[in-house]
Structure formats: C-alpha cells, structure tokens
C-alpha cells in the first residue's frame, strides 16, 4: 500500500498552518514521547516550557508571564473565559466580545455556560468600543479583544477596550493568536505592555512556525492560572492549570526552539517580506478589477465571483472564504511571491 504523503503547502493560501522551522522539527522529534502535563516526572520539557512562556513574555510586552503551551488558540480562549468565570463575582457571568472574535469563544460560552454577547464591528472591521459598553454589565466576567483577526487581519482597539473592562469590573482578554507574531514589528498597541491586559492567547504554531500542536495562553496575574487549577492526586505533579492532562511535549519543545533561533530578528524580517507581499498581492488583484479589503496585516480579502472561486479550487487550490463571503489569502511563511504569481495566472486563465 503506498504510504499517505502530507499535506503539499505550494498552493494553500487560506490557512494559518505553516511549514514549521528546521529548528521546531527536529526538537519536536527528539521530544515525542514526553508529557509536560506532569512536569514532575518530566523535568526537562517543563523546563523548556518555562523558557518558551519567558520568551512568549517577552513577544507581548509582558516580562514576567505567567502560562503555558496550549493545543492552540481554542483552548487558550477557551481557559481565559473559565478564568473569567471563576473569579467573576456573580452568578451569572457573560462574555462580551466583537462578532470578529473567532469561532472559539461560542465553544466556551456552550462549554462553560457563560451568555456570549456578539457585538457589531465598525466601518472598519474592528471592534467598537463604545457598542461594547453598552453591551456589558454588572455580571460581565470578560471584555474580548482581537489583535489579528481571522477573517481580515484587523487590530481591535485595545487600550480603548482595557477602559471598557475597568469600566465595568471585567477582565480583559487579547486574541492575538495570528497576530502575535506580527504585530511586535509593527505600530498597533496591542499588547500587555499597551493596556491593563489580563490575558492573552498567542500561537507559536501560526506565524511563530512551531509545529502543531502549539498555542499559549500568558496571564498577567499568577492568580488567573490559579483559578484553573485542579488537584492530580496520582501525578507526581499535584495539580495543574491546563484544559488537557496529558499535552504534547513535541509541540513544547519545538515552541522553545524556535523562539530561541527566531525572535526578535528573524520573525522582523519574516513580518516584512510577508507585509510587503501582501500589499503587492493586493495591488495586483486591484489591477484587475477586484474589490480588496486592505491588508493591515499579511492577510488580504477579496470579492470574487462564485464561479472563479469554485474554479480555483477546482484547480488544485486550497481556499476559503470569510463569513460575508470574500476570498481570504493569509500570507504565511510557506507562501511567496513565485506561489502568488502563479495564482494570479490562474486568475488569468480562467477569466480570459
């Protein structure tokens, strides 16, 4: 029987996966059979995992972090909302967040039973403040945020939001799981060091080319993780914070290594070729005669029709659309500008 080969990245466009760094893949290799759900018994990914937070600190402005490496940005987002919850002081918490916000946070609403207020974006795609403070209330437990949006890679106001959650007596939680690779590098206030953040969820297996799977989740206060704890009588580990017991040690290790050969200089100029090749993508498709939903970040949306979309995929491209039904292209590492040209001439082909 021949042998399944992966995934061939030359022609996804839509994802926020990536091929992971050399450094990330032989790490994770070398730690495939350790459990950093019990860091007791295994003492060293643990301690490549506090060295990963430290790092992962450092990235969102936030120098003595407190978290962990998660399965992704579900989980993380999932974990900041149980915080929210568990330290709230009422019985009936709710959870405001801008319809941006990723499709995680109606999971944790049904998980945890917490009222997920959505709330409308502005002109630009981006949270509205002032629409989030009327949406919340004496028993709202957390204000979200998104740096980096899924569909259009749009920054909320953070510092604007942090008011709103002080406003109110709520945490407030940053969705920076795209994002947090990029926007170091860039002129957005976004991060711990930018506003009263609580919590944030940043993913090194997005732009930061560890391998799946690898999110974090980082608090402020070591009194968040705290309120995730459960007691693990039969671990040599007395208890832990994390959703998941045991946890990839693969994707810990890989997390550390590749923040150690990567930051801050090699995901700068990561961020720069890929901006730049989002802009110019941009113009190209403005050139023939698309709509384009401007690039903020490595991420640009497009209106195209039904038929030239389904085409597309037809031909072997991996694609998706956002909710209001725009192409999306997330301009990850493994995409350049030699994989967007040839694209674009079938594009051209197939509108001749």
Not at 23 to 38: I, M, S, V, W
Not at 59 to 87: F, K, M
Not at 94 to 115: I, Q, R
Not at 296 to 320: C, H, I, K, Q, T
């Amino acid at each position: 029987m021949q042998r399944a080969g992966p995934q061939d990245f030359r022609r996804v466009l839509s994802s926020m996966c990536t091929e992971p760094h050399p450094a990330a893949r032989e790490a994770a290799e070398r730690f495939l059979a350790t459990n950093p759900g019990d860091p007791a018994t295994y003492e060293t990914v643990a301690d490549l995992e506090g060295e990963a937070v430290d790092v992962l600190g450092e990235v969102v402005g936030l120098p003595d972090a407190h978290g962990y490496v998660t399965s992704g940005g579900t989980e993380a987002n999932i974990q900041a909302v149980r915080a929210a919850r568990n330290l709230a002081d009422t019985a009936s918490p709710n959870v405001v967040a801008p319809e941006s916000a990723h499709f995680s946070f109606p999971k944790a609403a049904e998980m945890l039973d917490v009222d997920l207020r959505l709330v409308p974006t502005d002109d630009d795609r981006r949270a509205d403040p002032a629409a989030m403070r009327d949406a919340a209330d004496a028993d709202t437990a957390l204000i979200v945020a998104v740096a980096g949006t899924t569909e259009y890679g749009r920054v909320d106001p953070v510092p604007a939001l942090s008011t709103v959650a002080d406003d109110v007596g709520a945490l407030l939680h940053v969705d920076a799981a795209w994002g947090g690779f990029v926007l170091p590098f860039t002129d957005h206030e976004w991060h711990f060091g930018h506003a009263a953040v609580d919590t944030m969820t940043v993913d090194p297996h997005k732009m930061g080319r560890a391998v799946v799977p690898a999110g974090g989740l980082l608090a402020r206060d070591q009194a968040t993780l705290d309120a995730l704890a459960v007691d693990t009588p039969y671990l040599e580990s007395p208890s832990q914070a994390s959703l998941t017991g045991t946890r990839s040690g693969a994707g810990v290790a890989s997390a550390a290594a590749v923040l150690e050969a990567m930051w801050p200089d090699g995901y700068r100029e990561q961020y720069e070729r890929l901006q730049s090749l989002a802009e110019w993508f941009a113009a190209e498709l403005e050139e023939r005669g698309f709509d384009v939903v401007d690039p903020v970040l490595p991420l640009v949306a497009v209106d195209l029709p039904e038929d030239l979309f389904s085409s597309l995929r037809a031909d072997g491209w991996r694609l998706s659309r956002t909710g209001a039904g725009e192409l999306r292209v997330v301009c990850m590492p493994h995409v350049d500008r030699d994989v967007l040209s040839t694209f674009l001439d079938a594009v051209d082909r197939m509108t001749r």
